[in-house]
């Protein structure tokens, strides 16, 4: 079973930037997918950012299209995702999550431990 580990939640100003990565435990040769997501209080887990590793396809939700990027690192064990223009309604625990399909939650079983971006107004 792949182990995720998420680091670089923390407070930002509205308008803020900041950088999470996730790195798997998993084989670095094999290619899956991996993707971020998000649960904010009192909703539903939502999708933010996806990439098939080793392939390198991309996907977005479309609330951050033009402002988040996702990206692997030197190995494929490593993603990241770099949040611009971060706006208060964006407050919520960030989840990485890997072998899975797109930003389809329910096709998800390994997950991090989560971490919390808070954006202040």
């Known amino acids: 079973q792949v182990q995720l580990v998420e680091s670089g939640g923390g407070e930002v100003e509205a308008g803020g930037s900041l950088r999470l990565s996730c790195v798997a435990s998993?084989?670095?040769?094999?290619?899956?997918?991996m993707a971020w997501f998000r649960q904010a209080p009192g909703k539903d887990r939502e999708g933010v950012a996806g990439?098939?590793?080793?392939?390198?396809?991309?996907e977005y939700a479309a609330s951050v299209k033009g402002r988040f990027t996702i990206s692997q690192g030197n190995t494929k064990t490593t993603v990241y995702l770099d949040m611009n223009s971060l706006e208060p309604e964006e407050n919520a625990v960030y989840y990485c999550?890997?072998?899975?399909?797109?930003?389809?939650?329910?096709?998800?079983?390994?997950w991090g431990q989560g971490t919390q971006v808070t954006v202040s107004s």
């Open positions: 998993g084989d670095p040769a094999a290619n899956y997918y």
């Open positions: 990439v098939y590793t080793g392939v390198g396809s991309l």
């Open positions: 999550a890997a072998g899975g399909l797109r930003l389809d939650t329910s096709k998800y079983y390994c």
